[in-house]
């Protein structure tokens, strides 16, 4: 469970990653923009993961 927990926050950091993409200064706008969209989607959607995880071991009574 932990392994599962630490890629989901992996993912999360790389989607927060692509949402800092724009200040390279080689990408252009539209591919900056659409990397931005990508990364915010990314990481709701992975934070709504973790907090589900957390939710299930705290209900579910698994502390280890």
Do not use: W
């Not at 915010?40 to 934070?47: C, G, R």
Request: hydrophobic share 60%; aromatic share 16%; net charge negative.
């Amino acid at each position: 469970m932990y392994q599962l927990a630490l890629l989901y926050l992996a993912t999360f950091l790389a989607g927060f990653g692509l949402t800092n993409l724009a200040e390279i200064s080689f990408i252009t706008d539209s591919v900056a923009s659409f990397f931005e969209i990508v990364g915010a989607i990314v990481m709701i959607v992975f934070a709504l993961a973790l907090t589900h995880l957390g939710l299930r071991a705290l209900f579910t009574h698994h502390f280890k």
